[in-house]
């Protein structure tokens, strides 16, 4: 078994920035891509940032410049830093990773719980 466990979310100012964290534990053998997606109310989750386990990261474009996603492959953590943050970045944000389960012997895809941001003066 897998698992993420994200932290930094919280409430800030428009303007402020935040950072979130997500640290894989478990029996995992290998992890590939890793990311952060976020939700809205009534809304589907949509991927915001990905990275790739050599290191290259891409983004929608309506983060592009603010976002920075990085990753510490030796801890297993992805992070997400996030500048000039506005009321529309407030969403539930969940790490993802697709990883190589050593005991189950399969490639699966993991998900955190989400941790909530808002965004507010």
């Known amino acids: 078994q897998g698992r993420l466990v994200e932290s930094g979310g919280g409430l800030v100012q428009p303007g402020e920035s935040l950072t979130l964290s997500c640290t894989a534990s478990?029996?995992?053998?290998?992890?590939?891509?890793m990311a952060w997606y976020r939700q809205w109310p009534g809304k589907q989750r949509e991927l915001v940032a990905v990275i790739s386990a050599d290191m290259v990261p891409r983004y929608v474009d309506d983060v592009k410049g603010r976002f920075t996603i990085s990753r510490n492959n030796a801890a297993k953590m992805v992070n997400l830093e996030m500048m000039n943050l506005n009321s529309e970045d407030s969403a539930t944000y969940y790490c993802y990773a697709n990883v190589f389960l050593t005991a189950a012997w399969q490639r699966t895809d993991l998900w955190g719980r989400g941790t909530q941001v808002t965004v507010s003066s």
């Open positions: 478990g029996m995992i053998a290998r992890i590939f891509d």
